[in-house]
């Protein structure tokens, strides 16, 4: 994983722990209600993370299936 992918993976973390922890706090609803919507949040915010992550590792695998291709190519010139 890039350190650009890396970074925001990890800002996307730390705001929706962030996020989280306010709604907790200031959150002017029931106990009950308050659980649903953080179930709800986190389970959307789950979704993101495992997207990006997908998103990375296909990434990776191309880059490495193009380094392969590369490398067959100088290996057959040589």
Do not use: C, H
């Not at 990890?10 to 989280?20: D, P, R």
């Not at 949040?41 to 299936?65: G, I």
């Amino acid at each position: 994983m890039s350190d650009k992918w890396a970074t925001a993976l990890v800002s996307f973390l730390i705001g929706a722990v962030a996020g989280a922890l306010l709604g907790l706090f200031l959150a002017p609803m029931s106990g009950r209600e308050l659980q649903t919507r953080i179930r709800k949040e986190a389970e959307a915010d789950w979704q993101k993370v495992r997207a990006e992550y997908y998103k990375s590792v296909n990434e990776v695998q191309k880059s490495f299936d193009d380094l392969k291709g590369q490398i067959a190519a100088l290996a057959k010139r040589g």
